[in-house]
């Protein structure tokens, strides 16, 4: 290697931006790649520049964080040493010549203009994408997800609808519902199918984290104020209207996740924000040959992938939040600066955020054991209902495929329905497939994380428009 190593980091959320600030401050120089316009990721959202909010802090905690992060970025982007490529979205990553690696992104409006950017290592800081599981009545027009009504909030300042409920599970829910709630909104409810006895039973696990706590008790203490009717161990079996949302019928699940006989109920509401937890995002990894670990990329105690010269950092290497995303940013891009330069890492100089990492690892290991979808929701998907959005496969077709015609795994299924085949490759539904058969739900082992023109493709390998 000569001259000054170079490393490219994609995503410039919590990991990412801990990770470029690392490596760029130990001598390093960093090409930030993010899709958004500004950095910052979902949790760090910036309102739209264009739309000049005189009071962003309104709608963020942990505004100094962001901050101190924002300010370090612009230090180095001033300085040199870190060059930032908003709006670009990544849709592969290979070994290129001589041992480099190129990373290859699409810009430009109609993101149709091909650019590679080539680095001596890659952290993936890709994050992750929303769950949600399919019920009657999903695909109505005022049904969100709960990270897009959170975004729509965050970013574009409007809400997504006067009257809302927000269910599913997970801790998400609880900053939309109150961050909608303080916006203006009138959160009817939030319903959540988690059993609040389950975190009892994993005290001792969650107590060893009183900052999460403390966070847990503002947020009610925020659905209080804002009058958020909140009930537990529900769940939507159903959404109405006919051109649009009109209400959506909740109910209570009994310690099996059935929903217990004769409590079903109806709520107005012309919004259901709706989420089930979050999945890593780990198409790039797979490209470049990563082991995973179940759906996360599989890394060691440096954040190293098992390919040469690839870290990961982040929800990639499984869901824990911004905090743990952070520390194990910053622990990868002290190590890639101390390798890049050819030198052993001294884990001594990252302790506390290891330690901070061995913390929430376990606190969300423990929570994502609560939180999971409860586990009747399948039986509660009629045949009619369609279950792959981009294909418009219904559950009826995807359990035929297994009952009638004898698919035993997801691209059995995949190859025989269509489910899957769509613009989102199967990002949104295949874990409703999964649920809904029985298959366990696989990587997709995407050969590109995003569609690309076919002039772009048609340029490589040549070094169309290397941006080094």
């Known amino acids: 290697m000569t001259g000054q190593p170079r490393l490219a980091v994609v995503g410039a959320g919590p990991a990412g931006l801990a990770g470029a600030l690392a490596a760029a401050a130990r001598g390093v120089h960093v090409t930030l790649i993010d899709a958004a316009d500004q950095a910052g990721g979902q949790f760090f959202r910036q309102p739209a520049t264009a739309l000049r909010a005189r009071r962003p802090q309104a709608l963020h905690h942990q505004w100094r964080a962001w901050q101190r992060l924002r300010d370090g970025l612009e230090r180095h982007v001033t300085e040199g040493r870190t060059e930032h490529l908003a709006g670009h979205h990544v849709w592969c990553a290979e070994r290129g010549s001589a041992g480099s690696l190129m990373v290859h992104a699409l810009r430009g409006a109609a993101q149709d203009e091909g650019v590679a950017v080539r680095a001596d290592a890659v952290l993936l800081a890709t994050g992750g994408y929303e769950q949600v599981l399919p019920f009657p009545g999903w695909t109505l027009p005022g049904v969100v997800t709960a990270g897009g009504a959170q975004a729509m909030l965050k970013g574009g300042l409007v809400l997504p609808g006067r009257t809302v409920v927000v269910a599913g599970t997970g801790p998400l829910l609880l900053p939309v519902a109150t961050g909608l709630a303080a916006a203006g909104a009138r959160v009817a409810a939030l319903v959540e199918s988690a059993d609040p006895r389950e975190l009892l039973r994993r005290a001792p696990v969650l107590a060893s984290q009183p900052g999460k706590l403390a966070e847990g008790a503002w947020y009610a203490g925020l659905l209080l104020r ?4 909140t009930l537990a161990r529900h769940t939507v079996v159903e959404a109405h209207g006919t051109d649009r949302l009109e209400g959506v019928t ?12 004769g409590t079903a109920r109806r ?5 259901l924000a709706v989420g089930h937890g979050m999945l890593p995002h780990t198409d790039l990894a797979e490209t470049l040959g990563c082991t995973l670990a179940g759906m996360a990329v599989r890394v060691d105690g440096e954040q190293r992938t098992d390919v040469p010269g690839v870290w990961a950092a982040g929800e990639s290497t499984g869901i824990g939040g911004a905090a743990l995303a952070l520390a194990e940013g910053h622990i990868a891009g002290r190590s890639i600066a101390a390798r890049l330069h050819g030198t052993e890492p001294d884990p001594r100089g990252w302790a506390p955020a290891a330690r901070t990492r061995a ?3 376990t606190f969300f290991a423990a929570a994502d054991s609560v939180y999971a979808p409860p586990a009747g929701w399948a039986d509660r998907v009629g045949d009619d209902t369609v279950v792959c959005r981009c294909e418009e496969v219904t559950a009826g077709e995807i359990r035929g495929a297994v009952g009638s015609l004898g698919a035993g795994d997801l691209r059995t299924v995949k190859l025989l329905t269509r489910a899957g085949m769509g613009w989102c490759q199967g990002r949104v539904c295949a874990p409703a497939v999964a649920g809904l058969t029985g298959c366990p739900l696989n990587p997709g082992r995407r050969p590109f994380a995003r569609p690309v023109p076919l002039g772009v493709l048609a340029a490589l390998p040549v070094d169309h428009g290397e941006k080094d």
């Open 250 to 261: 909740v109910a209570a699940l009994d310690r099996g996740g059935r929903v217990r006989p």
């Open 267 to 271: 709520i107005d509401c012309d919004t």
């Open 359 to 361: 913390r929430l690892r």
């Open 226 to 229: 804002h009058r958020v009717r």
